[in-house]
């Protein structure tokens, strides 16, 4: 089977560094990505790790080891709108398993 | 603006009703997926179709149903619909069906089960 796990909340302050993890077990793997999900809004995609390493993208990035089946997301300079949810997501097969979500709270 | 578009916005119907979602993907997407998100979940996997074929299904009811038209828009049918149902309905596009493409998000449509 195929599931992914992310910590439930997570809070920081503005201008801070947070990091949001991901683990997955899957006997299929082709690669991680992150979406961002506003209340009310539609998953927006930030990126996305087929290989182990770290993929940079402005204030974001996300990092993979697939080893370890585990990834993260690095948020720096966190800003209030970033508060939000972050969902890792990976394909397993032609199915599309996202996991279920971390709530981030920025704080002035 | 992702370029994906859903119809209706908003549905209010009764149990053991039918609706019908509607699905525009971005131009030159052939790739159609849908979800459901239910208050406070994550977004569960129903089923993808690719140029008119399905090509992948995950939890999707048997009371669920979803084509792709020669047009490439899709629609959801959701029948004998339970209060369970009540959820938000994304669909989403992508240029081809291989792994990692980025998924371009309608804005969703709102199903309310009374």
């Known amino acids: 089977g195929q599931s992914l796990e992310q910590p439930s909340e997570v809070t920081a302050v503005e201008g801070a560094i947070v990091q949001i993890n991901c683990t997955y077990q899957t006997s299929g793997f082709y690669g991680l990505s992150w979406y961002q999900q506003h209340d009310g809004g539609a998953p927006t995609f930030l990126s996305y790790n087929a290989l182990d390493g770290l993929e940079e993208t402005g204030r974001f990035s996300s990092f993979l080891s697939r080893s370890d089946s585990y990834g993260y997301l690095l948020l720096q300079e966190l800003q209030m709108k970033d508060s939000a949810s972050y969902f890792c997501a990976h394909n397993y097969g032609q199915n599309f398993v996202f996991g279920p979500g971390t709530r981030l709270s920025v704080l002035p | 603006d992702s370029g994906v578009t859903q119809t209706p916005k908003h549905l209010i119907t009764a149990t053991g009703q039918r609706v019908t979602l509607r699905c525009s993907p971005r131009?030159?997407?052939?790739?159609v997926y849908w979800y459901q998100q239910s208050l406070d979940q994550g977004l569960q996997f129903l089923i993808q179709y690719y140029n008119g074929e399905e090509r992948a299904k995950g939890n999707i009811l048997e009371r669920f149903s979803a084509q792709q038209f020669p047009d490439l828009h899709s629609e959801l049918n959701l029948s004998s619909l339970e209060l369970g149902d009540s959820a938000l309905y994304f669909c989403a596009s992508t240029k081809t069906s291989g792994s990692g493409n980025e998924q371009f998000f309608g804005p969703g449509t709102r199903l309310t089960v009374l």
């Open positions: 131009s030159g997407d052939l790739s």
